[in-house]
T-cell receptor, first 116, second 115 residues
Framework: GDSVTQMEGPVTLSEEAFLTINCTYT??????LFWYVQYPGEGLQLLLK?????DKGSNKGFEATYRKETTSFHLEKGSVQVSDSAVYFC???????????????FGQGTTLQVKP | NAGVTQTPKFRVLKTGQSMTLLCAQD?????MYWYRQDPGMGLRLIHY???????AKGEVPDGYNVSRLKKQNFLLGLESAAPSQTSVYFC??????????????FGAGTRLSVL
């Protein structure tokens, strides 16, 4: 079945460091890909998305490119801040060509801690 | 800004009992969703709503009913709870997104056990 695999955490970085969180997926059909973020004490919220191969999603300085050839959707940010400390989840939507069931498959989450 | 609020946070039911889970959002979003999360199965969509007064079935709707009488509220009902409905339930909301079902904000979840 469809699945999402993320790099294990926690990831600890100093402020202004470059961030990469790896995400790879297996899927049939034409999945959409997402990154969600969960800040301490809050619910998940959508960070960015990409709906087809070679699309780049971006938001709040974060970027991820839908790479069909490597089945990857790695999250990157050029300069992290303390406020980026959170848990990041990669996800895919089980979407066929003609329908969208709304099902979401999540990776296990990667904790990011940014130190001043 | 409260975002998406779910009540209750925890509940234990006996088989056959009924209950209603409440989801409220204060972002004026059109779309609202109910998911259940079970080990190894990701989040599965139960029901969703694309506007006040409208609801639709998701992937696993059996045993659940929903209502969206007000735009900000989305209720999930279990008329006769079964042990198979033991799960963590998440509500989510989003604005219109080219017709796609893409939840943007999730609540903190409701952990339900049915004995």
């Amino acid at each position: 079945g469809d699945s999402v695999t993320q790099m294990e955490g926690p990831v600890t970085l100093s402020e202004e460091a470059f961030l990469t969180i790896n995400c790879t997926y297996t899927a049939t059909g034409y999945p959409s890909l997402f990154w969600y973020v969960q800040y301490p004490g809050e619910g998940l919220q959508l960070l960015l998305k990409a709906t087809k191969a070679d699309d780049k999603g971006s938001n709040k300085g974060f970027e991820a490119t839908y790479r069909k050839e490597t089945t990857s959707f790695h999250l990157e940010k050029g300069s992290v801040q303390v406020s980026d400390s959170a848990v990041y989840f990669c996800a895919l939507s089980d979407r066929t060509y003609s329908s969208n069931t709304g099902k979401l498959i999540f990776g296990q989450g990667t904790t990011l801690q940014v130190k001043p | 800004n409260a975002g998406v609020t779910q009540t209750p946070k925890f509940r234990v039911l006996k088989t056959g009992q009924s209950m209603t889970l409440l989801c409220a959002q204060d972002m004026n979003h059109e779309y609202m969703y109910w998911y259940r999360q079970d080990p190894g199965m990701g989040l599965r969509l139960i029901h969703y709503s694309v506007g006040e007064g409208t609801t639709a079935k998701g992937e696993v709707p059996d045993g659940y009913n929903v209502s969206r009488l007000k735009k900000q509220n989305f209720l999930l009902g279990l008329e006769s709870a079964a042990p198979s409905q033991t799960s963590v339930y998440f509500c989510a909301s989003s604005y219109q997104d080219l017709g796609q079902l893409v939840p943007r904000y999730f609540g903190a979840g409701t952990r339900l056990s049915v004995l």
